[in-house]
């Protein structure tokens, strides 16, 4: 199969995206979560008001952990290098008899042009097992097995 030229550069640029939406919605998340307790503190009094507190500051360290985590991701991109290698590390494009997986952050499925990929990090179980692989090597995950056919 003929791959964009593009393609990491195409995957990398998904991920990013991911990323900047979950900052944006972290963000948008502790400012809610703020403009609620500022709200709460002016309308309320007594137990109430404790318990109006409290949920506040729960949502509060909710969005902020999760901004936290976005921000870990960002960092996780700013390391990948676009450079081709023949063994898969972060930033590889993983072709294989299973499935196409993309080593960077954990993203889900990503499509570029009409092609399926799994974006994973290097920690999850599968991205843990490529790390360090060459073409032709094989990794067994859940009893399936996956044959590297191509790193780009």
Known sequence: MKYPDTLKQDLYNLCSIFVDQRIKNAQQALKDAQDSANTEEKSSAGDKYETGRAMAQIERDKAAQQLNE???????????SLAV????????????????????????????????????????????????????????????????????
């Open 70 to 80: 976005a921000h870990k991701l960002k960092e996780v991109l700013d390391r990948i």
């Open 85 to 152: 290698t023949n063994i898969v590390g972060l930033g590889s494009v993983i072709i294989t008899s299973s499935g196409n997986f993309y080593l960077s952050i954990s993203a889900g499925k990503i499509t570029v042009a009409g092609i399926d990929f799994i974006a994973l990090s290097t920690v999850s179980p599968v991205g843990s097992l490529l790390l360090n692989k060459k073409v032709g090597e094989k990794i067994i995950f859940n009893k399936q097995s996956f044959e590297i056919r191509d790193i780009l």
